[in-house]
C-alpha cells in the first residue's frame, strides 16, 4: 500500500453526527454504532502500528480511540517533535488504510498512566500553576499546543475526508478537584476555533454524579466509562440524566487495569467482558474497549497514582488487553470477536498470528569503568546553596546527583532526614564513593551516616514518573526541601544534571571495561556487555534475574525500567526493531542498588508479568 496516499477518495460531503432523535450515531447519513478499541502510538514502535491496527480490524473493530500525549510531543517547550515514533499523522494514515476511523483525545490531560497525564513538565517552572484550569500560563501553554496540534488534524476529519469521528475535550475531568467551567468553556472554545463547527466534540467521565457534574459541558456531549464491576443499566441511566437524547456511549469499557510496583498482576475476567460487551452492544450501545492493545511505557514514560502514598506504574502496559504488550492475540481477543460477529460483518481471512520470539541466551555484563560524570555531565554542575529541583534545573526526566560535604566529623551512625518528605522520588546516597543506602518517597525519609568532616556525600535522585490522575499531579522531582544531618542542615550543592540516555546512545559507556574480575558493589553503577548477532532479529524479552532496580538500555534505545524484587513484572519487552540480526547489539545496564555476583541477564521468548518477589 504506497504511502504517499494522505486522504481518502471519500467526497467533501462525508458527514458524521449525533442523531438526537434516533439516539444514535449517523454515518453519511445511515445509523452508526462504534466499536472501538483504544491504542496508543506513544506505546509501540512505529514498525509495529500496522501489525497492531490491522490485528484491530481483523477482530471487527470499525474504530480506534487514540491519546495524543501532549509531553512527548514537546518535551521542551516550543520544539515540537512529530517524526519517527512521534508521527501522528502517519498513524492516522495507517488506521485510514486499515479501515479504521478514529476517536482522538487529544487532552491537554490524557491521564493514561503516562508520565503527569501527558501534560508536560516544563508547566512547573511556574510554581503555584495551577495546572486543568483557568490559570493563565496554563491556558497560555494549551491554547500554543492546540494551536499547533488541532491545525495538523483538521484536516484529517471524517467531514474533510479523513477519518477522525469525534474529538474529546480534556479527560474525566470530573474527577479533578477544580472542576472550573471556565477552563472546559475556553477548551470548546478552542477546540471549535480549530476544527470547526461540524465535529463532534464529547466528554468523558466515571460512573459517579460528581464527576458527571463537573466534566460536563453543555455543547459537548456527555459519555461515561466503566468496567465488568458496574451495573450497565444504572450507568446508562446515569449518561441519560446528563445526555437525555443521542447515543449510549461507554468511552472506556475496561478490559483489564494497570500494575503498579509491588501489585499483583491485575486481570479481567474474560467471560465477564465478552458477556457485557455483547449486553451493551445489543442495547445499542457505541463501545470503547479500554485498552485493545496496552504496549510498553518505554523509557521514563511510566506515570503514578498518588492516593495513600505514591505508587509508580510498571513498565509494562500489558494491562491483559485483548491484544498482548507484544501485541499477540490473545483467548480474550477470540472471545471479543465472537461477541462482535453477532452485530456486523467481521473482515473475511486470517487474524495476523503473534509476531516471532526468540529466546537469545544469557549475556554476562561487565562494569563500565570511566569518569562517569564528566560523561553524564559534561556541562557540569549548577551550584547552589540549597537543593534544586529537576523542574528548576530544566532537567525533566531520569537522573540528577546532588553533591556536597559532610559539615562535621560523624563517628556514630547519625541520621540523615528529610523532613518534609521532600524525597522525589528515590535517593540513593554515598559517602566518598561508598554506597550508605536509600531514601524513598513517602516510607523511608531517614537512614544512618558516619564519616568525617569534609567527605563527599553524593545523593543520586531518581524520578520515578509523576503523578498522573488526581490532586497531586504537580509533582516536582529531585530533593524538593532540605536535608539534616543530624542537627545540620546540608547546604552548597554541587546539582549535576545526567544525560545518561546521550551517553548510551553515542556509545560512551560501553568503551572503558574494568576487569571482568571486578566484584560486583553496592549503589549506583553501569554494566555493559553485547548480544552476538545470530541472524535473527525477532521479539525478545529480558529478565534481570538477582539484580535489584534501574534502567536497561539495547542499542541506545531506553527499554525502562527493572525491579524485579518489587515485582509483579519480572521482564522486560524487547522488540524486534530495537535489535539488529548483523551486528552485535550494545546492552547497558544501571543497577542502582546491587547487582548479582554473576552479572548475567537472560533473554527469553515469553513474557514473565505476574511474579511477586524475586524468584531464583
Not at 475476567?269 to 455483547?278: A, E, I, P, Q, Y
Not at 534475574?545 to 534502567?551: A, D
Request: net charge negative; with cysteine.
Amino acid at each position: 500500500i504506497s504511502l504517499n496516499i494522505w486522504k481518502t477518495d471519500l467526497p467533501y460531503s462525508s458527514s458524521f453526527s449525533i442523531d438526537y432523535k434516533n439516539n444514535c450515531f449517523r454515518k453519511d447519513g445511515k445509523p452508526f454504532q462504534f466499536i472501538s478499541g483504544s491504542i496508543h502510538y506513544s506505546r509501540i514502535p512505529r514498525e509495529y502500528w500496522k501489525d497492531r491496527l490491522l490485528k484491530m480490524y481483523m477482530t471487527g473493530l470499525n474504530a480506534i480511540q487514540v491519546y495524543v500525549p501532549w509531553n512527548f510531543h514537546e518535551t521542551v517547550q516550543g520544539v515540537f517533535n512529530f517524526a519517527g515514533d512521534r508521527d501522528l499523522e502517519y498513524f492516522l494514515n495507517l488506521a485510514n488504510q486499515t479501515g479504521l476511523l478514529v476517536i482522538l483525545r487529544p487532552g491537554p490531560y490524557i491521564c493514561a498512566e503516562w508520565e503527569m497525564g501527558g501534560l508536560p513538565a516544563w508547566l512547573l517552572q511556574k510554581p503555584n500553576i495551577i495546572l486543568r484550569s483557568a490559570d493563565t500560563e496554563y491556558l497560555k501553554a494549551a491554547s500554543d499546543w492546540f494551536g499547533v496540534l488541532l491545525t495538523k488534524m483538521r484536516p484529517w476529519l471524517y467531514q474533510n475526508g479523513g477519518n477522525i469521528i469525534s474529538v474529546q475535550v480534556e479527560n474525566e475531568y470530573g474527577s479533578y478537584f477544580a472542576c472550573d467551567y471556565n477552563y472546559m468553556r475556553h477548551l470548546h472554545t478552542l477546540f471549535r476555533l480549530f476544527l470547526g463547527e461540524d465535529v463532534i466534540l464529547f466528554t468523558t467521565d466515571g460512573n459517579t454524579d460528581k464527576e458527571m457534574i463537573c466534566g460536563t459541558l453543555e455543547g459537548l456531549y456527555a459519555t461515561i466509562d466503566f468496567g465488568t464491576d458496574t451495573n450497565i443499566t444504572a450507568a446508562f441511566i446515569r449518561q441519560r440524566r446528563f445526555e437525555p437524547k443521542g447515543p449510549l456511549v461507554n468511552s472506556e469499557f475496561y478490559t483489564g487495569w494497570l500494575d503498579h510496583w509491588g501489585d499483583k498482576h491485575a486481570s479481567v475476567d474474560t467471560v465477564k467482558v465478552s458477556k457485557m460487551l455483547g449486553e451493551m452492544l445489543s442495547m445499542g450501545a457505541s463501545v470503547n474497549m479500554y485498552m485493545f492493545e496496552g504496549g510498553t511505557n518505554f523509557g521514563y514514560w511510566n506515570g503514578a497514582d498518588h492516593d495513600t502514598r505514591f505508587r509508580s506504574v510498571v513498565t509494562s502496559y500489558d494491562y491483559n488487553a485483548p491484544l498482548s504488550e507484544a501485541g499477540d492475540p490473545t483467548d480474550k481477543l477470540l472471545a471479543i470477536r465472537d461477541v462482535i460477529k453477532n452485530f456486523r460483518d467481521i473482515p473475511v481471512g486470517p487474524m495476523p498470528p503473534a509476531t516471532p520470539k526468540f529466546a537469545y541466551g544469557f549475556v554476562t555484563l561487565q562494569k563500565v569503568w570511566t569518569s562517569l560524570l564528566d560523561t553524564l555531565s559534561p556541562q557540569g554542575p549548577v551550584q547552589s546553596q540549597y537543593p534544586l529541583t529537576f523542574e528548576e534545573i530544566k532537567q525533566y526526566y531520569g537522573f540528577m546527583l546532588y553533591r556536597t560535604t559532610l559539615p562535621r566529623n560523624v563517628p556514630e551512625p547519625t541520621p540523615l532526614i528529610s523532613p518534609l518528605n521532600g524525597i522525589h522520588d528515590r535517593a540513593y546516597v554515598s559517602v566518598n564513593g561508598v554506597y550508605q543506602g536509600l531514601m524513598e518517597r513517602d516510607t523511608a525519609l531517614v537512614m544512618n551516616v558516619t564519616g568525617q568532616q569534609g567527605d563527599q556525600l553524593d545523593i543520586l535522585v531518581e524520578n520515578m514518573g509523576r503523578v498522573h490522575f488526581g490532586s497531586y499531579i504537580n509533582d516536582n522531582k529531585g530533593l524538593l526541601g532540605n536535608l539534616i544531618l543530624g542537627n545540620d542542615v546540608l547546604t552548597d550543592w554541587s546539582i549535576y544534571p545526567l544525560d545518561i540516555d546521550t551517553a548510551v546512545a553515542n556509545g560512551w559507556l560501553q568503551a572503558a571495561h574494568s576487569g571482568s574480575g571486578m566484584e560486583a558493589g553496592d549503589g549506583p553503577m553501569i554494566y555493559s556487555g553485547t548480544l552476538k548477532p545470530t541472524g535473527l532479529a525477532w521479539d525478545t524479552f529480558v529478565k534481570l534475574n538477582g539484580w535489584t532496580k534501574g534502567q536497561v538500555w539495547v542499542n541506545g534505545v531506553n527499554l525502562g525500567r527493572y525491579w524485579p524484587q518489587r515485582g509483579p513484572q519480572q521482564t522486560l519487552y524487547v522488540p524486534r526493531p530495537f535489535l539488529s540480526a548483523t551486528q552485535p547489539n550494545n546492552i547497558t545496564v544501571l543497577e542502582l542498588e546491587r547487582a548479582p555476583s554473576h552479572r548475567r541477564i537472560l533473554f527469553m521468548d515469553r513474557p514473565q508479568l505476574n511474579s511477586t518477589g524475586q524468584k531464583t
